[in-house]
């Protein structure tokens, strides 16, 4: 198919969807950059970019270039807590402890979603980008977003089809290829390659030192053998040390939302207990993932997309807690296929406390 068919499909495809319930979730890269132009040209306004807290500068610079350009806002969310503020409590975010996309990505997207009624986010997601990729398809979901449907104009076109494109419209080349990077994106991240890590040192010296900093403190806290390898590129395939510390078995008092954990230092009522039915408060399973919720609750806020009733809040301080009026026992932020593991705390925490019963 030619370049010029294949654009009349993505325009056809686009205008097929509510346009008040469309955003483009431009990340600053070329694929992006392309979904962008195409949903602007079926006349959606709406675009959103993810702030990291580890993007380079010159990404975000980009990014309100665009906007100008187009002359539409790209609205910047940024996550509740940031890259740095998680790091000391989940530590290294490695391939094997994946905790960045929920906490620092997608959180943000969901509460822009849910304060403007988007149902739909464009992305510039393509089939041949990887492996992983090829399974995709046109319209998609995301374990992460869990109340959105994704919308992939661009699935099926090449690398050389966006290139081609962007020197067509005559569109800005993103900052980062413009520098021998394949990609934009998080300048942390575990799945650069150390080539890729090297130039990416450089462009970003400051964020690196930042980073370097706490490499150096984990490979000394955790006794890290090679330690100049790991802080050069062996952390991406960290793997923590066992961190499951038991606190106590649940018993239940008086058959109400009390628990005595067995270890005689927990005796309180634990707050998100009120989301089991009373009927329900025999599900010893139940009890043990909501407690441990609590327990481990960081104040991430990735897990209140999780819940369709918006019943779910970070309190005054700072930890997870439910609004029991709104609450509909759906069981929904017991769920543990979305958002890896349902709750990042519970999953990622240096140290996670857990309940037996
Ligand atoms: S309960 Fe878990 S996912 Fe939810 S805010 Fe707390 S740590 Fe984050
Ligand atoms: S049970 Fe359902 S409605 Fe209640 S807090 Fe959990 S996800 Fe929300």
């Known amino acids: 198919?030619?370049?010029?068919?294949?654009?009349?499909?993505?325009?056809?495809?686009l205008r097929q969807f509510p346009r008040s319930k469309v955003a483009v979730s431009f990340s600053g890269g070329k694929d992006s950059l392309?979904?962008?132009?195409l949903a602007y040209r079926a006349g959606i306004r709406r675009a959103v970019f993810s702030d990291t807290t580890i993007e380079s500068q010159k990404v975000i610079e980009f990014v309100?270039?665009?906007g100008t350009l187009f002359g539409i806002r790209i609205d910047i969310v940024r996550p509740r807590k940031s890259f740095?503020?998680?790091i000391p409590f989940l530590g290294i975010p490695s391939v094997h402890n994946r905790w960045c996309c929920p906490t620092i990505k997608f959180q943000q997207l969901n509460e822009y979603a849910k304060k403007y009624g988007i149902k739909y986010y464009i992305t510039g997601l393509r089939k041949d980008e990887s492996l992983f990729r090829k399974e995709y398809e046109k319209i998609g979901t995301n374990?992460?977003?869990p109340y959105i449907i994704q919308l992939n104009p661009i699935i099926d076109w090449s690398e050389k089809e966006v290139w081609e494109y962007i020197k067509k419209y005559e569109l800005p080349v993103p900052p980062g290829y413009k520098n021998g990077l394949l990609r934009?994106?998080?300048v942390i991240c575990p799945y650069k390659s150390p080539k890729e890590l090297e130039k990416v040192k450089k462009l970003e010296p400051e964020i690196w030192k930042k980073f370097e900093d706490f490499l150096n403190l984990y490979a000394h806290v955790f006794g890290i053998p090679n330690k100049e390898e790991f802080v050069r590129s062996g952390w991406r395939?960290?793997?923590p040390p066992t961190r499951r510390k038991v606190v106590g078995k649940i018993k239940i008092i008086n058959n109400k939302n009390k628990i005595e954990l067995t270890n005689g230092l927990e005796k309180r009522d634990f707050k998100l207990l009120k989301i089991?039915?009373?009927e329900k408060l025999n599900d010893l399973k139940k009890i043990k993932i909501l407690i441990e919720k609590e327990l481990n609750c960081i104040g991430c806020g990735a897990c209140l997309s999780l819940c369709p009733a918006d019943a779910l809040h970070i309190n005054e301080m700072g930890v997870i807690d439910v609004d029991i009026k709104k609450c509909t026992h759906c069981y929904e932020c017991l769920n543990s296929s979305k958002l890896r593991g349902g709750c990042v705390g519970r999953n990622y925490g240096l140290e996670i406390f857990v309940v037996e019963y």
């Open 34 to 37: 392309v979904a962008l132009h």
């Open 84 to 86: 740095w503020e998680l």
């Open 64 to 66: 309100k270039e665009v």
């Open 143 to 145: 374990p992460m977003l």
């Open 276 to 278: 089991i039915n009373k």
């Open 237 to 239: 395939s960290w793997r």
């Open 184 to 186: 934009n994106g998080c």
């Open 1 to 13: 198919m030619l370049l010029k068919e294949k654009e009349i499909e993505a325009l056809y495809f």
